[in-house]
């Protein structure tokens, strides 16, 4: 398969009992690492994607020291033929899926003069496109079980566009049309559809490398701690099917809003 790799594993899964699934597209070295700890800890085998599986080394050796069991797939989520193939391959080596988290970025900011279209439709792949082919193939193994969670990873620009921003909410809040969407059609059979809006600065060697001073000013409590913000995944995938949660919004006591 073309921008394929081969998946790295550690851990070991009982062959009587098929292992509950965790995908998380888009593990990048924060908020998706986080979460995928965070449900490998509970016993879910985890299975992260993103554009390199050699990035994703340091996480699977991680989960697996800590006692779980993850495996590593390169996935370019824009890439129709790459999704669905990603599904196919989890259903048929690990398991059945019961739970995927979408965690695609795409935070770029450029002046709207200098936004080139190509600038603007690669951004808008990888925040809708990504989403909508993800989510698609996630109902799609997921429905015929009747239960399930999908977790879309929302920010601020979700809502409303910021000064340079327009790409950025432009992918984003079509992100959110689609999750919304997707939890009128298929909640009431048995999936959770769920987003969460991130409103606030992550703390990430990218943030304390390129915002060193608003980390600092803001102090402890001024950025949203990637760990904190998994325990919000967990606790929506836990809720009961007569009290879901659609959407939540995360934010630091001190940030603007």
Not at 3 to 30: F, K, Y
Not at 67 to 87: I, M, N, Y
Not at 173 to 193: C, D, F, N, T, Y
């Amino acid at each position: 398969m073309t921008g394929w790799s081969q998946p790295a594993s550690v851990g070991t899964t009982g062959a009587l009992n098929p292992p509950r699934v965790c995908c998380v597209i888009g593990a990048g070295d924060a908020t998706g690492s986080a979460v995928a700890r965070r449900f490998a800890r509970e016993g879910y085998t985890v299975c992260a994607a993103r554009r390199s599986a050699a990035a994703l080394h340091p996480l699977v050796e991680r989960i697996g020291t800590e006692g779980g069991s993850a495996r590593a797939f390169g996935l370019d989520a824009r890439r129709e033929e790459q999704v669905v193939a990603f599904f196919d391959q989890v259903e048929a080596e690990v398991g059945p899926i019961e739970v995927v988290v979408f965690n695609v970025g795409g935070n770029v900011r450029f002046p709207i003069l200098e936004t080139t279209a190509q600038k603007y439709f690669k951004v808008w792949e990888m925040c809708a496109l990504a989403g909508f082919l993800v989510g698609r193939e996630a109902a799609r193994v997921m429905l015929p079980r009747a239960h399930g969670t999908l977790l879309f990873t929302g920010a601020t620009a979700s809502l409303r566009g910021g000064s340079g921003f327009a790409a950025f909410a432009g992918g984003k809040a079509a992100l959110r049309a689609l999750a919304q969407s997707m939890a009128r059609e298929i909640g009431p059979k048995g999936l959770h559809v769920a987003h969460v809006v991130i409103d606030g600065l992550i703390d990430t060697a990218f943030a304390r490398e390129h915002f060193a001073q608003r980390v600092a000013e803001a102090g402890i409590d001024g950025v949203l701690n990637p760990d904190h913000i998994a325990e919000t995944y967990w606790w929506l995938h836990q809720q009961p099917r007569d009290a879901w949660t659609f959407e939540i919004d995360l934010r630091p006591s001190v940030e603007r809003w």
